[in-house]
C-alpha cells in the first residue's frame, strides 16, 4: 500500500477527442454520453474517489455497446490516450504496488472497476499503478458493513501510517525457527478509517502472496542476520539488535516511500516482538562465537 501523486492528464481533453473520433466503435455513443460522463469525472474528484459518500458517482447503466466499446479502449488505447496509459503503468510506480504493498507492479488496477463503471475505464484517477492483486481483488469495492471500502491511493491520507505488520508467533518446539507467520492490522477499532482499512486488507491484501513472502524470508534473515542488520563488533544485546531493526525498517520505509510495502511489514513484526528480538539476538552472537553456523538453521 501507498499513496501516490495524483497524475497529471487531462482527462477532459483525452474524453472530447475519443468523443469526436468516427473511427471508433465507441463513436457516436460516446459523444451522446460527453455530458453525463464528464458529471461522473467531477463527482469522482469532489468524493476523493470513496464510493460511500454522499454524491458519490453512480453507474451510468451505459448501453453494452458503449460500454465494450469502452473497455475496449482500455485494452487496445486509441491514440489519444495510449502515451499516458503507459506511463502510468510503466512508471506510476515500479518498486512498489500501491494497492497491496508488494515489490512491483506491472498493471492498472481500475478502483471502481470496469465491469461496473465502463466510463471511467481510462479516467486517470480511476487508474492505479498494481501487480497481480488487481485480478485477485476482483470486483470487490464496497462491503455490506459500515464504512468499508477499498482505499484509495491517490486520496486516502491514511495510506501515509503504518496500517499492518508481520505478527510473528513461535510454533510448538520450533519456536522461532519456523514460526508462524500471520498479517497484523495495527488501527484500533476506534479510529474513523477502521472498517476501510480492515476491509481494504482482507480483500486486497490478504489474497495475495505477503504470507508467502514473511514464511520465504524469515528464514533466510534468521540464517543471517548481519546480512540485514549493522550491527557493532563483539557480543550483541537486545538493545542493540532492537536499533538495528529499526534503522532497517526506517530504510525500508524510504526506500520504497511507503510503511506499508511487504518488507516494511515484516521488519515492522520483528520490531514490535521482544521475543523474536531474542531470537536473533542469540543467533548472532552463536554465529559470531562459531557456536552455530548458518546451516544450523
Known amino acids: ?29 460516446l459523444r451522446t454520453n460527453t455530458r453525463a460522463i464528464l458529471h461522473s469525472y467531477i463527482a469522482y474528484r469532489r468524493v476523493t474517489g470513496n464510493t460511500l459518500a454522499a454524491g458519490a458517482p453512480v453507474a451510468l447503466g451505459l448501453n453494452n455497446v458503449l460500454a465494450d466499446a469502452l473497455r475496449q479502449h482500455y485494452t487496445r488505447p486509441p491514440a489519444a490516450i495510449r502515451p499516458f496509459l503507459k506511463t ?19 498493471t492498472l488496477d481500475h ?13 486517470s484517477l480511476n ?22 471500502r477499498v482505499l484509495h491511493p491517490y486520496f486516502d491520507g491514511i495510506l501515509d501510517q503504518r496500517l499492518a505488520r508481520a505478527h510473528i508467533q513461535p510454533s510448538g518446539q520450533h519456536r522461532f525457527r519456523r ?14 478509517n477502521y472498517a476501510a482499512v480492515s476491509y481494504h486488507i482482507d480483500k486486497v491484501i490478504r489474497p495475495t502472496q ?3 513472502h514473511f514464511d520465504a524470508n524469515w528464514p533466510k534473515l534468521a540464517r543471517r542476520p548481519e546480512h540485514y542488520f549493522t550491527l557493532p563488533v563483539g557480543q550483541v544485546s537486545d538493545q542493540m539488535l532492537a536499533q538495528a531493526v529499526n534503522d532497517t525498517l526506517d530504510k525500508k520505509d524510504t526506500h520504497y516511500g511507503s510503511r506499508n510495502n511487504w518488507e ?15 531470537f536473533l539476538v542469540q543467533r548472532v552472537n552463536g554465529l559470531r562465537n562459531n557456536v552455530l553456523t548458518p546451516q544450523d538453521f
Open 127 to 148: 487508474l492505479v499503478p498494481a501487480c497481480l492483486c488487481n485480478s485477485k481483488r476482483q470486483d470487490n469495492l464496497v462491503g455490506a458493513g459500515p464504512g468499508q
Open 264 to 278: 516494511s511489514m515484516l521488519f515492522a513484526g520483528i520490531a514490535a516482538n521482544a521475543a523474536a528480538i531474542t
Open 1 to 29: 500500500m501507498k499513496r501516490l501523486q495524483q497524475p497529471n492528464v487531462s482527462d477532459v481533453a483525452n474524453l472530447r477527442l475519443l468523443a469526436k473520433n468516427r473511427a471508433l466503435a465507441s463513436f457516436p455513443a
Open 88 to 106: 502510468l503503468r510503466d512508471t506510476g510506480s515500479p518498486d512498489v504496488c500501491p494497492m497491496c504493498g508488494s515489490l512491483g507492479t506491472g
Open 179 to 192: 514460526p508462524v507467520l500471520q498479517l497484523e492490522m495495527l488501527l484500533p477499532t476506534t479510529d474513523p
Open 111 to 123: 478502483v471502481f472497476p470496469k465491469a461496473d463503471f465502463p466510463e471511467f475505464v481510462f479516467f
Open 210 to 212: 505477503v504470507l508467502a
